[in-house]
């Protein structure tokens, strides 16, 4: 079976995601799949080689035996073309040859050829429920690439959370049967150090972090409640003065409407105790986790939660909100908070930061949760609905 795998999520300088979500999960389908042949497709005016993450990436894959195909159309007018009532060119067209499937792991502009069997992957639908948290053109762009008819037109659907199928059911109307839950994975990388690891002196640095700190890692948007975060952290502050020296840091990238986070920074009374390192690279988080005294992650809507995951597998005690589909991947590994209310959130920070017996507690029950994810798993029951299309 011939096997086409849209490759466009790929091309991200900056990965993360989505886009590290569908390379950890193509190799994991390359370490288990002896049978089926591999097509990653791609589509770009720029040139990859001016882009060296990018071009590796690529290359990576070509090595491991998978027949890179690429496209030089500048994507917005690719992007026009797909849309309706123009629906061409057929993507599967455009790969030179014929294949058995096509697997697109995130919602995309697309037209395909109608005998040709299509799994979609969708990993939240957050613009659905939260039109408020993305600006105007980000909310544009998920209209024209309408997500409900992609969803109704691919012969299976697969949610990374019971969240999001739920959301999928409800947003979309596909029917239940074509829904298939598959859990994401996590790599190795994200372990306990010890704590004499060369690694954690290097990024702490690096970054100039503090010997005790909250962090937060992830985008910077709305969604994310990082102002609820910085109104916790006031909390904190005010009511446990014997946790003056916990300084609070995030990292990530700017999203959308990032600037009101960095307005509440500025407004607060601990505004020089806290401190944003902007993107950190892949490379970087398994230290900087290791490093902090608890990981929050209170966000209104997630359609997965890859931080808090990965912040477990480092053995860090992890707060997050109850919303969405933080119960489901954290369990009880975790304490789950009211994103709502900075108090219940300020105070159980503090109750993780003063009770070494509760973060011990947190640290053990996190290692123990974070090993249910891997992406061998993920990658085997991706082949069982591949094999299942045809």
């Not at 995951?309 to 919303?323: D, I, K, Q, R």
Request: glycine share 6%; proline share 5%; hydrophobic share 45%.
């Amino acid at each position: 079976m011939k096997i086409a795998v849209d490759g466009r999520v790929l091309m991200d300088v900056r990965q993360s995601g989505v886009s590290a979500y569908t390379q950890n999960l193509l190799d994991a389908l390359l370490d288990i799949d002896r049978q089926n042949q591999y097509l990653l497709f791609y589509n770009t005016h720029r040139r990859p080689a001016a882009y060296p993450a990018i071009a590796a990436r690529f290359e990576h894959f070509r090595r491991r035996g998978v027949k890179i195909v690429a496209r030089r159309w500048p994507n917005k007018i690719l992007n026009y073309l797909l849309l309706w009532p123009f629906a061409w060119p057929k993507l599967d067209h455009l790969l030179g040859e014929q294949v058995d499937l096509w697997w697109q792991p995130h919602l995309n502009f697309s037209a395909l050829s109608r005998r040709l069997k299509n799994i979609l992957t969708i990993h939240d639908l957050s613009f659905l429920r939260y039109p408020e948290f993305f600006s105007w053109s980000r909310n544009l762009w998920h209209r024209f690439i309408r997500s409900c008819v992609l969803a109704n037109k691919a012969d299976r659907v697969v949610a990374i959370s019971e969240n999001t199928k739920r959301d999928i059911r409800e947003l979309t109307g596909v029917s239940e049967e074509k829904i298939s839950v598959i859990y994401s994975g996590i790599t190795a990388d994200f372990k306990p150090f010890n704590k004499d690891d060369e690694s954690l002196a290097a990024v702490k640095n690096k970054y100039q972090l503090p010997d005790k700190f909250i962090l937060y890692l992830g985008t910077i948007e709305p969604r994310k409640n990082l102002v609820g975060l910085i109104a916790g952290y006031n909390w904190l502050r005010q009511n446990y003065p014997a946790l003056a020296e916990v300084k609070l840091i995030i990292t990530g990238g700017n999203g959308w409407k990032f600037k009101e986070v960095y307005a509440a920074a500025a407004a607060s009374p601990f505004r020089n105790d806290i401190k944003f390192l902007g993107y950190v690279s892949a490379a970087d988080k398994p230290a900087l986790y290791n490093l902090a005294g608890v990981f929050a992650f209170v966000s209104f809507y997630e359609g997965f939660g890859f931080p808090p995951l990965e912040a477990m597998a480092c053995g860090v005690p992890v707060v997050a909100s109850f919303t969405s589909s933080m119960p489901e991947v954290i369990g009880e590994a975790g304490v789950l908070v009211d994103p709502y209310n900075a108090a219940d959130i300020g105070e159980v920070l503090a109750q993780v930061l003063l009770d070494e017996n509760l973060a011990q507690d947190l640290r053990a029950r996190g290692l123990a949760q974070a090993k249910k994810f891997s992406w061998r798993q993920t990658a085997e029951k991706y082949l069982t609905i591949f094999n299942e299309s045809l």
